[in-house]
């Protein structure tokens, strides 16, 4: 155990894998509370790691849907 002898649970440590994941359910629209359940943190964890993937919400939002439109288009186009 990485805190053997320590109080509380050890210090997260924010991965790339897990800043894709928060950017993701931010894209999606969960809620700050949603996505710190989701990975076993606190908010005030979530939002001292991944300040900058929660800052963008609005731009992650958009970047999802451009990108969900963009796809479904060439299916359809591909598909006459």
Known sequence: LTNW????????????QNRNRVSL???????NARIAAA?????????????????YRA???DRLTANLATKLWSRLSSAR
């Open 5 to 16: 002898g320590q109080r509380g649970r050890p210090e997260h440590v924010a991965s790339q």
């Open 59 to 61: 731009v992650a939002r």
């Open 25 to 31: 359910l931010v894209a999606m629209g969960w809620s």
């Open 39 to 55: 990975l076993y943190i606190t908010v005030p964890t979530l939002r001292k790691h991944y300040f900058s993937e929660l800052k």
